[in-house]
T-cell receptor, first 114, second 114 residues
Framework: EAAVTQSPRSKVAVTGGKVTLSCHQTNNHDYMYWYRQDTGHGLRLIHY???????EKGDIPDGYKASRPSQENFSLILELASLSQTAVYFCASTTGTGSAETLYFGSGTRLTVL | KTQVEQSPQSLVVRQGENCVLQ??????????LRWFKQDTGKGLVSLTVLVDQKDKTSNGRYSATLDKDAKHSTLHITATLLDDTATYIC?????????????FGAGTQLIVIP
């Protein structure tokens, strides 16, 4: 069974602080994604990666950095956390070989910035 | 502008009843459409992927249709169970590869009562 593990499950951060969200997959997938989910809205893509040591900007990258040090690990970094970044963050992975390929999601990290 | 609209926003049904969830979209091109189930506080779990111009899929008590001419999809849940209580999310992919963008709806919250 494919698995995507996110840590921490929840996090409270102070405005201006640095936050790192981690994602680990054991699926041997090339593609990994970071999304944020806000109440009443669809998920939005922040950053993604299709190979280790390389990341790409998604639709809402401002205020976020990403790091893909290995195929298995993909981190999302908030250098200066702001109130507007309070949300639930999801990591996902897929093989990327076609449209019918299953997309696997982690359980999410609930981030609260105070 | 929201490109994937789901209706109803929320729905309450009694256990054993059938229900239909709607998804209308304006995404172009529309390579494929996915339905996900999201339990409260959990990640998204894939239910089905529809690819063809007029497509139908079936996965146990879940069945789905897609009409690309109408840019419309439905998710049918037959003989609902309490465990079907969740948010159901419609997602439209604009390309056949993982580099394409996924456009997420805000979801339909389904509550199944005894």
């Amino acid at each position: 069974e494919a698995a995507v593990t996110q840590s921490p499950r929840s996090k409270v951060a102070v405005t201006g602080g640095k936050v790192t969200l981690s994602c680990h997959q054991t699926n041997n997938h090339d593609y990994m994604y970071w999304y944020r989910q806000d109440t009443g809205h669809g998920l939005r893509l922040i950053h993604y990666s299709y190979v280790a040591d390389s990341t790409e900007k998604g639709d809402i990258p401002d205020g976020y950095k990403a790091s893909r040090p290995s195929q298995e690990n993909f981190s999302l970094i908030l250098e200066l956390a702001s109130l507007s970044q309070t949300a639930v963050y999801f990591c996902a992975s897929t093989t990327g070989t076609g449209s019918a390929e299953t997309l696997y999601f982690g359980s999410g990290t609930r981030l609260t910035v105070l | 502008k929201t490109q994937v609209e789901q209706s109803p926003q929320s729905l309450v049904v009694r256990q054993g009843e059938n229900c239909v969830l709607q998804c209308n979209y304006s995404v172009t091109p529309d390579n494929h459409l996915r339905w996900f189930k999201q339990d409260t506080g959990k990640g998204l779990v894939s239910l089905t992927v529809l690819v063809d111009q007029k497509d139908k899929t079936s996965n146990g008590r879940y069945s789905a249709t897609l009409d690309k001419d109408a840019k419309h999809s439905t998710l049918h849940i037959t003989a609902t169970l309490l465990d079907d209580t969740a948010t159901y999310i419609c997602v439209v992919g604009d390309r056949g590869s993982a580099l394409g963008r996924l456009h997420f709806g805000a979801g339909t919250q389904l509550i199944v009562i005894p």
